[in-house]
């Protein structure tokens, strides 16, 4: 069992930054493809990024890439998001999540274990 919890999240203006951190409790993380995901009110829960289990290779959907950066310390169980150049439409809940999936994972049921999320907020 995996227990992922986020933080970090806040409210910024549009044009800035913050970095998410994911923590990881119970097992290693060093196994699992982790990912990002959101969630805005009123809407499905989307796919925002992910990274393989050795960090080797990351995948964005257009809508963040460029702006947005997935990282991971294995030796910290830790992941992180770092988001640049937010604008008001990145205002969500963000997801961290990690997968037994290999590679990159990008849909929901390819993901196990969910953390609780934390909220972002982009004011304009």
């Known amino acids: 069992q995996v227990q992922l919890v986020e933080s970090g999240g806040g409210l910024v203006q549009a044009g800035g930054s913050l970095r998410l951190s994911c923590a990881a409790s119970?097992?290693?993380?060093?196994?699992?493809?982790m990912g990002w995901f959101r969630q805005a009110p009123g809407k499905e829960r989307e796919f925002v990024a992910t990274?393989?289990?050795?960090?080797?290779?990351?995948y964005y959907p257009d809508s963040v890439k460029g702006r947005f950066t997935i990282s991971r310390d294995n030796a910290k169980n830790t992941v992180y998001l770092q988001m640049n150049s937010l604008k008001p439409e990145d205002t969500a809940v963000y997801y961290c999540?990690?997968?037994?999936?290999?590679?990159?994972?990008?849909?929901?049921?390819?993901?196990?274990?969910w953390g609780q999320g934390t909220q972002v907020t982009v004011s304009s």
């Open positions: 999540a990690a997968s037994n999936t290999p590679g990159l994972p990008r849909l929901i049921y390819q993901y196990n274990y």
């Open positions: 119970g097992r290693t993380l060093s196994t699992y493809s």
């Open positions: 990274i393989s289990w050795n960090g080797g290779s990351t």
